[in-house]
């Protein structure tokens, strides 16, 4: 029987930090994991994950743009992915997936361990309803933070996005047009993909940020520039990229896949001294 395989799918998937991670987790454990990258469109990727689980496939990780229709490949899933409606960790078990989503524990534990951040109590602003934002929400709320304030470019994705949290009161969509009149946030959460591939800076009303704001771009690399560079501009306390959220989802879904906690500082210092990664805020 040949050694289980392992992979991350997306469009595009070049870029992918993945199979650097899965490989160090691996080596830090002594165990040599096979995972690759695998380009497929939306159109192909059912096609492609079962040609893959054909081949040894045992678990994966789903990126751009196909998160939403691994949730729906999936026989079983997990009460978070549920939420999110969203699945970026998936397991092969028996002949059937089931899927998990950790990008909300991820970015949650990169908040209150790698950066120290209580979240008990804050008020939250999440730009963006795409996968990312589906996934984060749920997390955050658990986190124990007293709102969520969701805006987005089209705004029914950020209705959509509240109701699927099903909390009143605590997850409330906003106009991204009203921003000014929502008050100032203790955290600041930019989800959206405006600035990949070289968008338009950010232009947000200054009244968003108080003497305590943090301000976090999951996006890392080029597309967190412009966000950072308006939190830097706007005084905002602190401000980092998703660098640490990507690499705490993939040790979540390392744990799932060979259940050992893998250490995440050194493989975070490791990307993060790559030119690509150098600029946090
Ligand atoms: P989606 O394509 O699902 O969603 C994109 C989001 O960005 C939508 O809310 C969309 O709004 C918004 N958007 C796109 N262009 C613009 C624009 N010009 N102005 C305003 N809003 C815009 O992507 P994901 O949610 O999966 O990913 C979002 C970002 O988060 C990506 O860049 C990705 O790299 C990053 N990410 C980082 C992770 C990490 O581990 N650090 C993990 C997952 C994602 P609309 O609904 O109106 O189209």
């Given amino acids: 029987m040949s050694a289980p395989r392992y992979a991350v799918f997306g469009q595009p998937i070049a870029h992918s930090q ?15 994991v096979d995972y690759r990258a695998i380009e497929a469109s939306p159109d192909a990727f059912a096609a492609a994950l079962e040609a893959f689980a054909a081949e040894g ?30 699945v970026n960790t998936l397991l092969r ?8 989503n950790t990008d909300g524990i991820g970015l949650v534990r990169d908040l209150t361990g790698r950066h120290g951040l209580d979240l008990r109590g804050r008020r939250v ?9 589906r996934g984060v929400a749920p997390a955050l709320l658990d986190a124990g933070i007293l709102e969520l304030i969701v805006v987005n470019r089209s705004a029914e994705r950020a209705d959509a996005l509240v109701d699927a949290m099903s909390e009143p009161g605590r997850a409330i969509s906003a106009y991204w047009e009203a921003l000014r009149e929502q ?19 950010f232009n947000l009303p200054l009244s968003l940020v108080n003497s305590m704001t943090t301000a976090v771009d999951l996006n890392y ?17 602190n401000s980092f990229d998703g660098l640490g959220m990507l690499v705490e989802q993939a040790a979540e879904s390392f744990q799932q896949w060979h259940g050992m906690r893998p250490e995440t500082d050194a493989v975070y210092a490791q990307l993060r001294s790559r030119d690509a990664f150098l600029v946090t805020a």
């Avoid at 602003?125 to 934002?133: E, M, P, T, V």
């Fill in 18 to 32: 993945s199979p650097f991670i899965q490989s160090a987790f691996g080596k830090a454990h002594g165990i040599a």
């Fill in 57 to 86: 496939g045992v678990g994966a990780n789903v990126t751009l743009p196909l998160k939403e229709a691994a949730f729906a490949l999936c026989t079983t899933t997990t009460s978070r992915a549920q939420r999110a409606g969203a």
């Fill in 93 to 100: 078990k028996g002949d059937r997936w089931h899927g998990d």
């Fill in 125 to 133: 602003l999440l730009l963006g309803a795409g996968g990312a934002a």
């Fill in 183 to 201: 008050g100032d946030f203790e955290l600041i959460i930019n989800a959206t993909s405006a600035a990949r591939g070289g968008g338009e800076g």
């Fill in 221 to 237: 690399g080029e597309a967190a520039i412009p966000f950072l560079a308006w939190a830097r501009a706007s005084g905002c306390r």
